[in-house]
């Protein structure tokens, strides 16, 4: 279901109203109508199951392959908490698989990432999203996924702890059961972390 746009402009004038704005003062006269279409764009994964996103980006070619991982770094994207509506941001997720007989597009990867923090979020759902996504997609069951982040509901309030990163992953398949697996992943994202650490 699409964001019902007229719903969110009276409510974000609602809000305006109870913090002690004025809605019709030049510079926020537009506002309830920016956010109504910027929700649109940044919630677009509300809109669609894991089962759907990975029917939107699952092309995958024939290549010769001898079951070895095939890894995409640095996918940057961004997603909102669901516990305050508070900005996840400079996140980094970090996709590997191992092909079976059929690979998928790279920029797939990277848009199955995007859609999936298109909503309201957790960065450990984030993962295990992306993770049952890319293994519907690919038909391969050997996925992991590893984010880090920021948060805002941590950074800019409450405890206001600026630097602190957020770390989550998500092994499946291979990548749970071979802990050496696990140690290659994380040495070529160069996190310098061990499993140790996790």
Do not use: W
């Not at 509901?153 to 071979?178: D, H, Q, Y």
């Amino acid at each position: 279901m699409a964001v019902d746009q007229e719903k969110v402009r009276e409510h974000i004038r609602g809000i305006l109203e109870a913090i002690g704005e004025d809605p019709d003062r030049e510079g926020l006269r537009e506002t309830p109508d920016r956010v109504a279409r910027m929700y649109s764009e940044i919630f677009e994964g509300i809109s669609y199951t894991n089962d759907e996103i990975a029917n939107m980006f699952n092309k995958t070619f024939d290549a010769p392959t001898n079951n070895d991982m095939v890894l995409v770094r640095d996918i940057e994207i961004f997603s909102y908490c669901e516990h305050h509506m508070a900005l996840m941001y400079d996140m980094k997720v970090n996709v590997a698989y191992i092909p079976r007989e059929r690979v998928i597009g790279l920029s797939k990867i990277a848009r199955i990432a995007d859609m999936v923090g298109k909503r309201l979020q957790l960065q450990e759902k984030i993962g295990f999203d992306i993770a049952e996504i890319m293994e519907k997609a690919t038909l391969s069951p050997d996925v992991a996924v590893i984010i880090s982040g920021k948060h805002s509901c941590m950074t800019a309030r409450g405890i206001k702890n600026t630097p602190s990163v957020t770390l989550t992953t998500t092994f499946r398949g291979a990548f749970e059961k071979n802990k050496d697996l696990q140690d290659r992943v994380l040495r070529l994202i160069d996190l310098r972390i061990s499993r140790d650490d996790i």
